[in-house]
């Protein structure tokens, strides 16, 4: 479905300043936004994060946790079998 540029926002369609930004990685001085549930969205590229099981922004925080940089979430450190 093509949108038109003032139907962009209500049709949730991605803007070309998205597609731009691809090079951008989200780092711990992005400003962040909770959009709902699990889902983050970036302020300064609009990139959308859902920080669920398979969040590949996770850095050891302690023995036994993870922090994600995107979301500021802490979550049980997982075990590898």
């Known amino acids: 479905m093509e ?3 003032g139907e962009r926002e209500a049709r949730g369609c991605v803007s070309a300043h ?3 930004c691809e090079t ?3 780092t711990w001085d ?3 936004e909770h959009v709902i549930g699990n889902m ?3 302020l300064s590229t609009g ?3 859902i920080c ?3 969040c590949r922004n996770r850095v050891d925080y302690g023995p036994n946790e993870e922090f994600c940089f995107v979301s500021r979430r802490v979550f049980e450190k997982r075990r590898d079998s």
């Open 52 to 54: 669920d099981c398979n």
């Open 47 to 49: 990139h959308v994060h």
């Open 3 to 5: 949108c038109e540029f």
């Open 18 to 20: 998205e597609w731009r």
């Open 24 to 26: 951008h990685v989200c």
């Open 40 to 42: 983050f969205r970036c």
């Open 30 to 32: 992005c400003q962040v």
